[in-house]
């Protein structure tokens, strides 16, 4: 374990994570769908999303990316010095997975990362790096970070791992660039994701709706979101799948 002082910023020594990948391109979904990001994919998950009691397969988008030792091990200097490189200092910066957020090392890596950020750029729209998390690691107490925040609904096969105290968490914060995220299989997951959202008062937080390729169409999840009516709501296809196919790297 990596022992590090976040008040004061003395590192004895920097965390080191394995990363899967770093690249830069456009962000594929949410709020910022179409924003020049670099990406910062961390390795390792143990949700299997799919996969469900009734046999139906996993649909992880980043499956190569699911080992915890898979990629290539680097500290944080490290990771900001990549980042660096693509001389694109105001823009966003997305820490993806895998689940970025999942044991403490990579807590601690995405803690301190994010912080280094935030010191360097503090006053741009993108300070804080944008962390796309599973639902299941609490998030409350993290500091400059921006949170997409996965809710797995019944068809993902893992919503009894949610965390759901983040909610409460998100909903105080009230920071504008958070949003939380439903990925639909079928109508029953879109009607339990409006059960959420209304148990948990997350009306006016930004919530994001994206069908589960070659499941549900994104017709059809368009009809739904129009007819519930939610404000804050928007569908969310992937537009990196539609500019340049279901590859790696873009
Ligand atoms: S939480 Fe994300 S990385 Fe993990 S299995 Fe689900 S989709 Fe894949």
Request: a negative charge; aromatic letters at 10%.
């Amino acid at each position: 374990m990596s022992h590090w002082k976040q008040s004061d910023t003395v590192f004895m020594s920097e965390p080191s994570v394995h990363i899967s990948e770093i690249f830069y391109s456009l962000s594929g979904e949410g709020i910022t769908a179409g924003v020049p990001t670099v990406f910062v994919r961390l390795s390792g998950c143990s949700l299997r999303c799919g996969v469900t009691s009734d046999g139906r397969k996993l649909w992880c988008d980043t499956p190569y990316a699911l080992g915890p030792n898979t990629g290539e091990k680097m500290n944080v200097s490290e990771v900001f010095a990549r980042v660096e490189q693509f001389g694109v200092a105001e823009t966003q910066i997305l820490l993806s997975g895998g689940e970025p957020l999942e044991g403490e090392d990579k807590r601690e890596f995405c803690a301190l990362f994010s912080e280094r950020v935030w010191k360097k750029r503090h006053n741009s729209l993108f300070s804080s790096p944008r962390i796309e998390t599973n639902g299941r690691e609490p998030i409350s107490g993290l500091e400059h970070m921006v949170f997409t925040l996965d809710y797995k609904l019944p068809g993902s096969g893992m919503e009894g791992e949610m965390f759901l105290e983040n909610f409460t968490f998100l909903r105080e914060r009230k920071n504008s660039l958070d949003e939380i995220k439903f990925v639909v299989r079928d109508r029953k997951d879109f009607e339990r994701s409006l059960e959420v959202i209304h148990s948990y008062q997350l009306q006016e937080m930004n919530l994001l709706f994206s069908p589960v390729e070659k499941e549900c169409t994104g017709a059809d999840l368009a009809d739904w979101i129009k007819a519930a009516g939610i404000p804050n709501s928007r569908l969310s296809l992937q537009l990196h799948k539609i500019l340049w196919g279901n590859k790696r790297g873009v």
